[in-house]
Structures are given as structure tokens and as C-alpha cells.
């Protein structure tokens, strides 16, 4: 069984820190990876995807991934109360493009 | 960017009757969408996979003949609910990709609050 996992949280970090957030994943195979951010009651909006070892930074996001770890994190600096939502991972397996998504970690941003 | 258009947003109906979900992408060809639905606090769980021009792939434990996708064209999917029961009150999701997708992401549709009763 092919699974990712997250640390449900909630994280919770002052404003201006950075927020931290982690994945694991099961599949050696896999290829993609995304986060996605999801506030209560909306659908999840992409924020950053990765597919090769190291980092990549987008603004105030940086995905990292280590594929030899099977692990994938985000990095959120300068964390802003409208930053607070649902992360949730999702990892790519391959040819049949299905995603297979953690259960997301709960952020919040305490002013 | 990739947009992808869901509606109706909110629907409400009575037990028994039947619900269509419109998912259009609308600046780029969906060859492929997903459909999830989602209960309040958890997490997204995939209904099924659909390309367009063949029959939908479901996930296991999802009736087939109770939510009917049709993926006809590259920019419009549906799903539909039929003989709706309060229990399939949920949160529905589509989200959709094209080529290249697996390296991209998808893109969600902003979903349909369903509530049966």
C-alpha cells in the first residue's frame, strides 16, 4: 500500500516565524510531489511542486526533497496569519497520474 | 494559469433525486480528471479517474452506478449523483490536468457543498 504521511499538528508558530512542515512517503518510485494549501471550506490550491533532490523557493515557500530519505518538507518564512490552513502532501506514482495525498497538517499563525 | 471551473457551487435537494456537478476546464484540455469527495475535517478521498473518452476508473468501495462520471470532451467532465440519500451529503471536488500534469499539478475546481434531505 502506497501511503504518505503527515503530521496532522496543529502547528501552530508566531508571526514572522518559519513554519515547518513535513511528509514522508512509502513509494521509491515516486516521481512528483506537490503541497497544496487548503483553508476551511475551499478546495486545495497548489503552492509549490518538486521532482528533483534539493531545494526549490518560490517567494516565501521552499520545497525540499530527498528522494534517498523518501522525505519532502515546506518551508513557509515569514509565516503571516493568513498563512493558517490545512497543508496537505501529494505524491505522484507514475504513468497512471493518480496522486496519493497525506492527511495534512494543520497550521496556524499566531499573531 | 491553469483554471478549472466547477459548479453548481451549493446545491441542496431532497432525498431520491439526482445531482449534476459540472467540471470545465477552461484554458487548457483536461486529459484527465479526478473526482473526491470530502467530509468536514478530513482528508480529500479519491471517487475516481477519468480520461477523456473512456469509461471512468473507480476506486474500490465507490458504486459506479450511483456516481456516474462522463469525461466527453477535453474541457468538461461530470459527475452525477443519482437516487441521492443524506449520507452522500459531502463536499465534491474535481480536479483536472493535462499534458505535462504530472509534473505541474492539477488544478482544483473550488468544489460543490452537497446537501441531501
Known amino acids: 500500500q502506497k501511503e504518505v504521511e503527515q503530521n496532522s499538528g496543529p502547528l501552530s508558530v508566531p508571526e514572522g516565524a518559519i513554519a515547518s512542515l513535513n511528509c514522508t512517503y512509502s513509494d521509491r518510485g515516486s516521481q512528483s510531489f506537490f503541497w497544496y494549501r487548503q483553508y476551511s471550506g475551499k478546495s486545495p490550491e497548489l503552492i509549490m511542486f518538486?521532482?528533483s533532490n534539493g531545494d526549490k523557493e518560490d517567494g516565501r515557500f521552499t520545497a525540499q526533497l530527498n528522494k534517498a530519505s523518501q522525505y519532502v518538507s515546506l518551508l513557509i518564512r515569514d509565516s503571516q496569519p493568513s498563512d493558517s490552513a490545512t497543508y496537505l502532501c501529494?505524491?505522484?506514482?507514475?504513468?497512471?497520474?493518480?496522486?496519493?495525498w497525506g492527511l495534512g497538517t494543520s497550521l496556524a499563525v499566531n499573531p | 494559469g491553469a483554471v478549472v471551473s466547477q459548479h453548481p457551487s451549493r446545491v441542496i435537494c431532497k432525498s431520491g433525486t439526482s445531482v449534476k456537478i459540472e467540471c470545465r476546464s477552461l484554458d487548457f484540455q483536461a486529459t484527465t480528471m479526478f473526482w473526491y469527495r470530502q467530509f468536514p475535517k478530513k482528508s480529500l478521498m479519491l471517487m475516481a479517474t477519468?480520461?477523456?473518452?473512456?469509461?471512468?476508473?473507480?476506486e474500490q468501495g465507490v458504486e459506479k452506478d450511483k456516481f456516474l462520471i462522463n469525461h466527453a470532451s477535453l474541457t468538461l467532465s461530470t459527475l452525477t449523483v443519482t437516487s441521492a440519500h443524506p449520507e452522500d451529503s459531502s463536499f465534491y471536488i474535481c480536479?483536472?490536468?493535462?499534458?505535462?500534469?504530472?509534473?505541474?499539478?492539477?488544478?482544483f475546481g473550488s468544489g460543490t457543498r452537497l446537501t441531501v434531505v
Open positions: 477519468s480520461n477523456e473518452g473512456s469509461k471512468a476508473t473507480y
Open positions: 480536479s483536472a490536468g493535462g499534458d505535462g500534469v504530472v509534473n505541474y499539478g492539477y488544478t
Open positions: 518538486i521532482y
Open positions: 501529494a505524491v505522484s506514482a507514475g504513468n497512471n497520474r493518480k496522486l496519493i
